[in-house]
């Protein structure tokens, strides 16, 4: 062989030398790439899993808390319709005479007037002295006790949405 030949021979080899450990270099990568994507994709599984996870429990919270204040709503909304017809009852009986509106009076003897001097028993007291009230007068009274009510139910239905939603 000459000396050329033996160049080329071992130019060869070199490069069947370089050509094979590249390519076991390649196989030995791929393996590493193949396990880190494998380890990358379990990993992203398990973060939408837990975050599956989470968006499902917040929105049970969400449903029962809608849920809880849809009942209160319903039951606010009872009380407000019952404390309507009450009173439109009382006025209808009001306004026919049927009932009458009258306050309680005791003698004061220093001015003639008949007022209490202390408060009593809060009750129906057949012997004293009462003076019935003018029916518009007592009208207007109602309408007032009405507005009240309206506004406590309101009052307790806001308290108890602040409360539902503090939670």
Do not use: F
């Amino acid at each position: 062989m000459t000396p050329g030949q033996i160049l080329a021979v071992i130019l060869l080899a070199m490069a069947v030398s370089a050509a094979g450990t590249w390519q076991v270099q390649d196989w030995r990568m791929g393996k590493k790439l193949a396990e880190q994507t494998n380890l990358h994709q379990m990993d992203l599984a398990a973060i939408t899993s837990a975050a599956d996870a989470q968006a499902r429990a917040e929105t049970d919270k969400r449903l029962a808390l809608e849920q809880q204040l849809a009942g209160q709503d319903q039951q606010h909304t009872r009380e407000l319709s019952d404390a309507q017809r009450n009173q439109a009852v009382l006025r209808d009986r009001l306004a026919t005479s049927d009932v009458r509106l009258s306050v309680l009076l005791t003698e004061d003897s220093t001015s003639g007037c008949d007022v209490p001097a202390t408060p009593g028993a809060v009750g129906v007291v057949h012997a004293a002295r009462r003076a019935q009230l003018d029916p518009a007068h007592a009208q207007r009274i109602i309408a007032i006790t009405d507005a009240g009510d309206q506004g406590l139910i309101a009052l307790r239905a806001c308290q108890a949405y602040v409360r539902a939603i503090a939670r």
